[in-house]
């Protein structure tokens, strides 16, 4: 079965710091993996996504992620975090096969707070 | 290109009372997504759609109906409300169920059942 974790309910770092919201995936067949965020009282906006090829993606905001398949992993990472930048964010995963095919599946979300 | 639009944006609903949350999306997608989001659990998938016509449960479908005549429209039905049915309801949409896509988000309705 699909899964996400997100071990962490809440990261906070200084403003000018890097940050990194962790994220691990169960997935039977190949992952697409995908981050989005959610400010307070709106829906989900697309970061990034990773399909195949290149194991850094660059996304919107400034944001990156890295896919290590070996640890199942795909963190989110900033080199240095912004005030704007604190808002909850989800780890998505599905898979290129299965009766699942195309279904998001989501973490629980971690929030992030960066303090000035 | 209003994206995802969902109306109501808040409702309060009594315990048994139906209602439809209305969803739209002006981007020529195929698929169409119902999740609900309850605090600290992430997003659940409630019904899903492949194109007008067509329809499928989610994780969580119980208590929920669903149609989808059009592919422009995705109403979501809550037939005998219950206070368990309090959460914040997102409609999403893709161009395909292919599983790379990215989905698209609607703002959200929150329902709260007394």
């Known amino acids: 079965a699909q899964s996400v974790a997100q071990p962490e309910d809440q990261v906070n770092v200084a403003e000018g710091n890097p940050l990194t919201v962790k994220c691990t995936y169960s997935?039977?067949?190949?992952?697409?993996l995908f981050w989005y965020v959610q400010y307070p009282n709106r829906g989900l906006q697309f970061l990034l996504k990773?399909?195949?090829?290149?194991?850094l993606v660059k996304g919107s905001y400034g944001f990156e992620a890295e896919f290590n398949k070996s640890q199942t992993s795909f963190h989110l990472k900033k080199p240095s975090a912004l005030v704007s930048d604190s808002a909850l964010y989800f780890c998505?995963?599905?898979?290129?096969?299965?009766?699942?095919?195309?279904?998001?599946?989501f973490g629980r979300g971690t929030q992030l707070t960066v303090w000035p | 290109n209003a994206g995802v639009t969902q109306t109501p944006k808040f409702r309060i609903l009594k315990i048994g009372q139906s209602m439809t949350l209305q969803c739209t999306q002006d981007m020529n997608h195929n698929y169409m997504y119902w999740y609900r989001q309850d605090p600290g659990m992430g997003l659940k998938l409630i019904y899903y759609?492949?194109?007008?016509?067509?329809?499928d449960k989610g994780e969580v479908p119980n208590g929920y109906n669903v149609s989808r005549s059009t592919t422009e429209d995705f109403p979501l039905r809550l037939e005998l409300a219950a206070p368990s049915q309090t959460s914040v309801y997102f409609c999403a949409s893709s161009t395909t169920g292919r599983g790379f896509y990215e989905q698209y988000f609607g703002p959200g309705t929150r329902l709260t059942v007394t």
């Open positions: 997935v039977s067949g190949n992952p697409y």
């Open positions: 990773y399909i195949t090829g290149d194991n």
């Open positions: 759609s492949v194109g007008a016509g067509i329809t």
């Open positions: 998505a995963v599905s898979s290129d096969r299965g009766s699942t095919l195309g279904r998001l599946y």
